[in-house]
C-alpha cells in the first residue's frame, strides 16, 4: 500500500486547511486509516482515525475542530482542519493498517505516507 498526503502549507491562526490522502496498491475499503502528526522533539500523537466501516476516533486536542472522512470510490481520506492554532504546527501524515478495527496508536500501523508540513503562524 503506498500513500500520498497532499494539502499542507501555511496558514494563519482561526483558518483552515484540508488534507488528502490518496491510497494506492491496496484493498481501499478494507484498510483502517489515521491521520498522525509529529512536531520537532514531540511524539507522533493521533490526529484522527477512520475504521473500513467509518467509525471515527479523534485526539484529545482537535476534537470539535478537525473531521476525518472517506471516499472509497476515490481511494482518497480526508482531514478537515478548521480554526487551526500555533500548536497545530506539524508534519502530518497519512497512515493505513489491515487489521481489523479502529486504532490510535502509530505503532499499529503498517503503511506511511511521506507526511506533509502544516505550519499555523501569522
Known amino acids: 500500500v503506498q500513500l500520498v498526503e497532499s494539502g499542507g502549507g501555511l496558514v494563519q491562526p482561526g483558518g483552515s486547511l484540508r488534507l488528502s490522502c490518496l491510497a494506492s496498491?491496496?484493498?481501499?475499503?478494507?484498510?483502517?486509516m489515521g491521520w498522525f502528526r509529529q512536531a520537532p522533539g514531540n511524539e507522533r500523537e493521533l490526529v484522527a482515525a477512520?475504521?473500513?466501516?467509518?467509525?471515527?476516533n479523534y485526539g484529545d486536542s482537535v476534537k470539535g475542530r478537525i473531521t476525518i472522512s472517506r471516499d472509497n470510490a476515490k481511494n482518497t481520506v480526508h482531514l478537515q482542519m478548521n480554526s487551526l492554532k500555533h500548536e497545530d504546527t506539524a508534519v502530518y501524515y497519512c497512515?493505513?493498517?489491515?487489521?481489523?478495527?479502529?486504532?490510535?496508536?502509530?505503532?499499529?500501523?503498517?503503511?506511511w505516507g511521506q507526511g506533509t508540513q502544516v505550519t499555523v503562524s501569522s
Open positions: 496498491g491496496g484493498t481501499f475499503n478494507r484498510l483502517n
Open positions: 477512520i475504521s473500513s466501516t467509518g467509525v471515527t
Open positions: 497512515a493505513a493498517r489491515q487489521s481489523w478495527g479502529i486504532a490510535s496508536t502509530p505503532q499499529l500501523y503498517m503503511y
